[in-house]
């Protein structure tokens, strides 16, 4: 009698090992007929009393496995069939949109670089760069500001090392790179140079310790400073809108005489008044001027023979001007909300 049980729970274990489906309904079958309240597992255990005593623990240990056995197999197929589900839910759908990456934008400071490269390219003026590592010469002693020059306070300059010789630092204003071109090339010379330019300023709502310039200049036989004021005229209309006015306040710059700074009638409230223009109904814009001579036989050009105008407009400055961003440390903080509201300035 207990052999029979013995065997037919070894059977039954040998049953449930080989058990296998893909079909959830036969597994479902499965689970009660073995698992079930009034399983085969249940029946094993059931007919425990007909076993010897001395044969039960080992019964009991087989009906435990025939359990155990069904148990892990249920969970497999259960597992495999659910995969198998999965796999269908997978099935590519062509109509689900794309993944939306939010599309990328020029920073505002590019946007108006470019508009500005854009308008001097037309009439004439190439794209020059010089490196932002310059050398004090460049930077300052071409550009008549010799060494203990009152002049070169005006600028708190980065010194990277002051004991080379020459000096080396971090560009003060994009004019080094004119001192460049100057020193190479014979005129005519009609460049524009934007870039990043240093100063040792404390950071704060209108000072930065970089930022960007466009410099302007031009040199050939016979240029005036009518020259000077057209073009300029030319760039603020073109900027600004065709309406602007400019005038020019008298300056000074080391490098340049005469020297002035020009204003450009506010295109915010049309030269009637308001905060941007501080009530005035102009609005400061860039600082220009005619070489100065000594400037031009610094670079070995013949200063009775030539004459030449430059400038300089302050990139972060026009910017703020123009979209009324109030705190130049917006522009080099790459705060995606504050970038985002340009994403339509291409
Ligand atoms: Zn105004």
Known sequence: MSQDLFKNAQELLEKVQAF??????????????????????????????AIEADKRKEFGQLANAVKQAAETKLSEIRELIEDKADETIK?????????????????????VMNQMIDIF????????????IETDWYNFTA??????????????????????????L????????????????????RIIVPGRVYRNETISARAHCQFHQVEGLYIDEGVSFADLKQTLLYFAREMFGEHTNIQLRPSFFPFTE????????????????????????????????????????NCGIDSEKYTGFAFGIGIERT?????????????????????RQFSSTL
């Open 258 to 297: 005469p020297s002035a700074e020009m204003d450009v009638s506010c295109f915010v409230c049309d030269a009637k008044g308001c905060a941007i223009c501080k009530h005035t109904g102009w609005v400061e814009i860039l600082g220009c001027g005619m070489v100065d001579p000594k400037v031009l036989e």
């Open 91 to 111: 099935v590519p759908d062509m109509f689900i949109p794309v993944n939306q990456q939010g599309m990328g934008s020029r920073h505002p400071l590019a946007v």
């Open 121 to 132: 390219t037309r009439i004439g003026f190439v794209i020059e760069e010089g490196p932002e």
């Open 20 to 49: 296998a489906t893909e079909s959830k309904d036969e597994l479902e079958r499965f689970r009660i007929d073995i698992l079930g309240s009034k399983g085969k597992v249940r029946q094993l255990f059931g007919g425990m009393k």
């Open 319 to 339: 910017t703020m001007l123009r979209y009324k961003v109030d705190d130049i440390r917006l522009m080099f903080e790459n705060d995606a909300r504050f970038l």
């Open 143 to 168: 550009l008549n500001t010799p060494e203990n020059h009152p002049a070169r306070d005006m600028q708190d300059t980065f010194y990277i090392n002051r004991m080379t010789d020459p000096a080396m």
């Open 170 to 189: 971090l560009r003060t204003h994009t004019s080094a790179a004119q001192s460049r071109v100057m020193k190479d090339r014979k005129p005519p010379i």
